[in-house]
T-cell receptor, first 117, second 117 residues
Framework: ETGVTQTPRHLVMGMTNKKSLKCEQHLGHNAMYWYKQSAKKPLELMFVYNFKEQTENNSVPSRFSPECPNSSHLFLHLHTLQPEDSALYLC????????????????FGSGTQLSVL | AQTVTQSQPEMSVQEAETVTLSCTYDTSESDYYLFWYKQPPSRQMILVIRQEAYKQQNATENRFSVNFQKAAKSFSLKISDSQLGDAAMYFCAYRSAEGGGADGLTFGKGTHLIIQP
């Protein structure tokens, strides 16, 4: 257990549905990340939040909408997804920007396996 | 932009033997971090070992060690005395040391490690 919890573990949704993925960390970290993991492809960084402010958006389609209400919680709101969005979505956190030892390490959750029908 | 290449989609090793997983990367930066993460069937990415680019000494963590060749931009992982619990996907990852560490990791495609009993 790394201290990063993601819910739900599995999600099946239609292309017209609206759903949200949730991530919670109890490590006192200030940076949180969303990654997409598709088969046969490297993990793709989607969004980065540092002290609740979005600092990176890697050209992610607008049908993915992140929300970071505080440093411990991160959401990914989904709407009108496409079948090619089916993937494992991983959340991670770190002590970014502090300069402390080990601040560069990312701690991951177990992911949400998303299937879009 | 940085890239990470893992040229071995799959590796197989006998239990108790030693195996080496390869990783090369491309960057114009001089200060960065390199990581090996393990992803077992539970899907959670677990940090195995990390290396700081400005440290010449190769990192070691129990049965896991790396061979870091900065000039060659090579970062291989050696697993000694392989155990059944080592079976997993292994990902090599890169992170810049600039920007306060507020960015994410760049991952390779991964190597699937099979342990033969």
């Amino acid at each position: 257990e790394t201290g990063v919890t993601q819910t739900p573990r599995h999600l099946v949704m239609g292309m017209t549905n609206k759903k949200s993925l949730k991530c919670e960390q109890h490590l006192g970290h200030n940076a949180m990340y969303w990654y997409k993991q598709s088969a046969k492809k490297p993990l793709e960084l989607m969004f980065v939040y540092n002290f609740k402010e979005q600092t990176e958006n890697n050209s992610v389609p607008s049908r993915f909408s992140p929300e970071c209400p505080n440093s411990s919680h991160l959401f990914l709101h989904l709407h009108t997804l496409q079948p090619e969005d089916s993937a494992l979505y991983l959340c991670a956190s770190s002590l970014a920007g502090t300069g402390g030892a080990g601040a560069e390490k990312l701690f991951f959750g177990s992911g949400t396996q998303l299937s879009v029908l | 932009a940085q890239t990470v290449t893992q040229s071995q989609p799959e590796m197989s090793v006998q239990e108790a033997e030693t195996v080496t997983l390869s990783c090369t990367y491309d960057t114009s930066e001089s200060d960065y971090y390199l990581f090996w993460y393990k992803q077992p069937p539970s899907r959670q990415m677990i940090l195995v070992i990390r290396q700081e680019a400005y440290k010449q000494q190769n990192a070691t963590e129990n049965r896991f060690s790396v061979n870091f060749q900065k000039a060659a931009k090579s970062f291989s992982l050696k697993i000694s005395d392989s155990q059944l619990g080592d079976a997993a996907m292994y990902f090599c990852a890169y992170r810049s040391a600039e920007g306060g560490g507020a960015d994410g990791l760049t991952f390779g495609k991964g190597t699937h490690l099979i342990i033969q009993p």
